[in-house]
């Protein structure tokens, strides 16, 4: 019998995967073995019972199991579930019955077998199924290979964008001696994202807050986050007006994005001294200024997106900031929702919800409780990447 | 994303219900390239039935743009309303790409 199935009839070389065969009987297990052979898996290990066969796997690096039911110590059932609860051990096992009973058969399934084969063995049927196994078995491996790797780059990446991103301590270095507080958030939706913030010191008395969400997100839209960020270093001469900022940015964007891609972006040059800020626009949802009156204004002005059209002049805009008054940058992954569209909110939500929330909770806790309200939960669920910039002016000086 | 094309004499129009977002990419690429191997010269893109649109779906409609300029073809949009609208007002894409 073990002649049915011949190595060359396969046509192919020999597969060193190491099989443990586990059966009470000596011919049961001679038998597979040479039917195993002759189908190009040369390499086995025997275990006449179940003891034993969990014994060789806790210390051989098997990679395939063939194993009978019923057989003394321990039977079939019991190293399955052994091998799955105790060993956590993913290896395919294969088991024999010569039970043709369909619940006997499924609760060998429910163990944790991969597969069942009937009594008498037929030669050809176990190799193509240890072969189809040990395949499957493989792929599976590589597959969490990659994905491991994958997940290791990705969050060595991720933690070099939010590395971008100024600590409190630095933000507050940077508001605080110029008479204000600022808080942040940031959120990627999937690891790396395309949005951005900066805060840049401009001279003594002012300071400029620059958010910008590249479109798309993921990978694509991090590395233009990078380059973003980059390029904005380079501007420090056009840091204190915030329009020809935007045009100086447009025009590099210009050159370096392809077409389908572009950013939004808003930047302000706040000034608490003289109580004033200088902005523009570029398809970014205008912030919303909370006022120490307890009323609220969405910010006027807009603007091209940035990235394609070169030369593109942007407006000048300013907005009076009295003691008191109150800021609120965000992208857009805070309003709109794609899976459940008539969710999306408006600015005057935004507002009325931030209104409701300033009497409780200010400085600090105003993002946090702001995205607990907004999502349900801290964690900010966005599909999109979330960026927030909360800014209160203190006072002159 | 669905959509729909219906070449009239004039115009190539196509109608897209929906919404848009970087999982129609595919889908998009199809829409362009048709655009491109397309006879009229004029190019409607309807987003009556479109509900809402990502940036990554304006940066589709900006490459259609884009294609059909290459291809010597006017590209216009039509049916902007609700969701759409408002990221074309915010976005100020009535620039690059003519609405009617």
């Given at each position: 019998m073990p002649g049915d199935v011949d190595a060359n009839q396969i046509g192919q070389t020999a597969d060193s995967a190491l099989i443990l065969i586990v059966d009470d009987l000596r011919s049961s297990r001679s038998m597979i073995a040479s039917i195993l052979n002759a189908a190009g898996f040369p390499n086995h290990l025997f275990a006449s019972d179940g003891v034993e066969a969990l014994a060789i796997l806790e210390r051989e690096p098997v990679e395939m199991v063939i194993l009978d039911i019923v057989m003394p110590n321990k039977d079939g059932f019991d190293v399955c579930r052994e091998v799955r609860q105790r060993l956590r051990l993913n290896v395919p096992i294969l088991i024999q019955t010569a039970l043709q009973d369909a619940d006997e058969r499924a609760s060998a399934f429910d163990a944790g077998a991969s597969d069942v084969i009937s009594k008498p063995i037929h030669p050809h049927e176990i190799a193509s199924r240890v072969r189809l196994h040990?395949?499957?078995?493989?792929?599976?491996?590589?597959?969490?290979?990659?994905?491991?790797?994958?997940?290791?780059?990705?969050?060595?990446?991720?933690?070099?964008?939010?590395?971008?991103?100024?600590?409190?301590?630095?933000?507050?270095?940077?508001?605080?001696?110029?008479?204000?507080?600022?808080?942040?958030?940031?959120?990627?939706?999937?690891?790396?994202?395309?949005?951005?913030?900066?805060?840049?010191?401009?001279?003594?008395?002012?300071?400029?807050?620059?958010?910008?969400?590249?479109?798309?997100?993921?990978?694509?839209?991090?590395?233009?986050?990078?380059?973003?960020?980059?390029?904005?270093?380079?501007?420090?001469?056009?840091?204190?007006?915030?329009?020809?900022?935007?045009?100086?940015?447009?025009?590099?964007?210009?050159?370096?994005?392809?077409?389908?891609?572009?950013?939004?972006?808003?930047?302000?040059?706040?000034?608490?001294?003289?109580?004033?800020?200088?902005?523009?626009?570029?398809g970014a949802p205008a912030p919303i200024v909370l006022q120490a009156s307890g009323g609220w204004q969405a910010l006027e002005g807009?603007?091209?997106?940035?990235?394609?059209?070169p030369k593109t002049d942007y407006e000048a805009y300013e907005v009076d900031l009295e003691r008191g008054d109150r800021v609120l940058c965000y992208s857009d992954g805070l309003y709109e929702n794609f899976e459940r569209p008539e969710l999306s909110l408006e600015p005057a939500d935004i507002a009325r919800l931030a209104c409701e929330l300033l009497p409780v909770e200010r400085g600090p806790g105003f993002l946090p409780a702001l995205i607990e309200r907004l999502f349900e939960g801290p964690d900010a669920q966005s599909q999109d990447d979330l960026t927030l910039l909360f800014l209160e002016v203190r006072g002159h000086g | 994303m669905e959509y729909r094309i219906e070449a009239r004499r004039d115009r190539l129009i196509v109608s897209i219900s929906g919404v848009i977002t970087f999982d129609d990419h595919e889908a998009f690429r199809q829409i362009v390239s048709e655009i491109a191997g397309s006879d009229p010269s004029m190019v409607e893109l309807s987003l009556a039935g479109t509900k809402m649109i990502d940036s990554a779906g304006i940066g589709m409609l900006l490459l259609a743009k884009d294609k059909a300029d290459k291809s010597g073809k006017a590209l216009i949009l039509s049916g902007v309303t609700g969701h759409v609208a408002k990221v074309v007002e915010l976005s100020k894409i009535d620039q690059l790409i003519k609405i009617v």
């Open positions: 040990l395949e499957r078995r493989r792929m599976l491996d590589r597959l969490q290979r990659y994905q491991r790797r994958m997940d290791d780059e990705l969050q060595a990446a991720e933690a070099m964008q939010i590395s971008l991103l100024k600590s409190d301590e630095d933000v507050a270095a940077i508001a605080s001696p110029r008479g204000a507080d600022l808080w942040t958030f940031y959120k990627a939706s999937n690891r790396l994202g395309g949005d951005l913030w900066q805060v840049f010191e401009i001279d003594e008395t002012r300071f400029g807050l620059f958010m910008v969400d590249l479109s798309g997100h993921g990978v694509a839209a991090a590395i233009n986050a990078f380059r973003v960020h980059m390029l904005t270093d380079a501007l420090s001469r056009h840091r204190s007006r915030p329009a020809s900022f935007l045009a100086a940015v447009n025009d590099y964007l210009c050159q370096m994005l392809p077409v389908e891609h572009f950013a939004t972006a808003f930047y302000g040059v706040v000034d608490p001294s003289v109580g004033k800020m200088d902005y523009a626009i570029a807009s603007g091209l997106i940035l990235g394609c059209a | -």
